[in-house]
């Protein structure tokens, strides 16, 4: 089963105040092992990061304005994400400056039913307790030290595994699809019955094989 990992920054915490994605990264995993496929894109949004933003990601209003719009990358995204389910670490702030983005260029908005949210899964897991990333990090042992900032494909790799440890996948799954293929090839093999031929011995065969077992006989008696 392919998923995909995602996570954005944006100028502000609100799609109320006008705020827009400034970066998106997605990692694919299938079976939760990653595989080699990403996305990742840096965004122009088309007006100013908020000082508090900028303190979390670093990304300024003059390295923005030289990026892509949405509006260039959209079909690449839509088509990365296609008929996968999203990993996402406080999917409600994510989703809805997604959908945003996707309304202003008049697509359709993800689909809740695709997301599964991994801060739920950790509150109805730990509760009471700290469920940020960085916590979670902290609580599995998972090597963080990168995490200066907050940049989009970094929190996508930490996410992969803190994901492996809510579902208490010690081990990335196996590949099920190639079980079920080996296993439909086992039962087709079953009902293609078969006989072994069975060779008869010849009376002359049995003969010698008596006389042998007589000389053996006697050797061992007068020995």
Known sequence: MKEIILDTETT??????????????????????PTKNKFHCYLNPERKVSEKAFKVHGYSDEFLSKQKKFSDVVEDFLNFIENKNLIIHNAEFDLSHLNNEL????KKKIDNKKVIDT??????KFPGSQISLDALCK???IDNSRRKLHTALIDCELLSKIYINLLDQKEPTLNFQIQENVNLQLNSSKTNSYYKKIIEPTEEE?????EYLK???KKNFFN
């Open 215 to 217: 000389s053996k006989l």
């Open 119 to 124: 801060l739920v899964l950790a509150r109805d």
């Open 103 to 106: 309304s202003l260029v008049g």
């Open 139 to 141: 609580r599995y042992r």
């Open 12 to 33: 502000g915490l609100s799609v109320k105040d006008g705020h827009r994605i400034v970066e998106i990264g997605c990692i694919e995993v299938e079976n939760l092992i």
């Open 206 to 210: 049995l003969k010698l094989h008596k």
